[in-house]
């Protein structure tokens, strides 16, 4: 499990594979829909929505980016809390502030098992088009894509914690 | 049985989630009070009208487990149970919330009604056993003539 810890190169592929298991069992508990995934292959997912942002920090660095776009996000707040949460309200950065939330919970207690101590941070919404960090060149990352009933959605793993990350302009 | 409990999440949505949760179980009759995180949960809880608290970990100003210790610390002779309900489940999170700081119980999220039922019932039942809400004793008390 060093390689875990220590592996700053690229994303290991225990991390993204806990990741992805995680988002499954999740998301498939809580909303009762059936999930498929598959690696973005680098290509983005068009993304005019919200995003959640919650790092985890300890051993390791690493940050949690859930984007859903605004179709998705509106039907999974559904599914999430009973009823319908406009999109533009307060209520729903809450929505996915919690996912993020319990995506990070869960993960953080899978790399527990295999040796692996990290704490969660606070969630960060955002809310916009295309939405994403501009990373140092070289920083790993790994970006799930995920399907359902409810429309798609995307998961990105990535090395550091969004104060080491450049902003766009910077 | 009446019981008045205090929710405390910086999140409005779960904290509505927790307390519709709550009376799905159908374990009491709830009568709920909110807090926006643990140092407004300090400031709201009141040993003598709280029968339960139902608390996050994860919260700006104060997290759940400060709350937890705060609590305990300063109502030494309390036992009114509080309840973690959070997405922290490394089972180191767990031991710092029971043994050390004082917690009663702890829900990982996400929950199903059913599985904070099995947490809940056994202190619904003690909380039961010593007569419900304090509120409702003193009326119970009054009834039977005490």
Known sequence: MADLKTNTQQIPDELSECVRQSVLTNIEMMLGVELSSRDSDGVDLPCEGITGIISLIGDVSWSLMVCLPRDTATAVAVGFVGFEVPFESADMGDVVGELANILAGDISARLDALGVKAALSLPTVLRGKDIDLLLPEGTPSVRHIFSSSLGQFSVRITAGEPSHMRRSGE | ?146
């Not at chain 2, 309390?78 to 922290?88: G, K, N, R, Y």
């Open chain 2, 1 to 146: 049985m009446k019981l008045r409990a205090l929710v405390i999440d910086d999140s409005r949505v779960m904290r509505n989630m927790v307390m519709e949760s709550l009376r799905r179980t159908q374990l009491a009759d709830f009568e709920f009070s909110e807090a926006e995180d643990g140092a407004d949960g300090v400031t709201k809880f009141n040993p003598k009208a709280t029968d339960i608290v139902f608390v996050d970990w994860n919260m700006p100003k104060m997290s759940g487990i400060d709350f937890v210790r705060k609590i305990r610390a300063t109502h030494k002779n309390c036992d009114v149970p509080i309840i973690m309900v959070t997405s922290e489940k490394t089972m180191g999170k767990v031991e710092e919330a029971l043994d050390k700081a004082g917690a009663n119980a702890y829900i990982a999220k996400p929950f199903t009604i059913e599985y904070m039922q099995k947490k809940i019932s056994p202190i619904v039942n003690e909380l039961e056993a010593k007569g419900g809400s304090k509120q409702g004793k003193g009326f119970f008390g009054k009834l039977m003539g005490g």
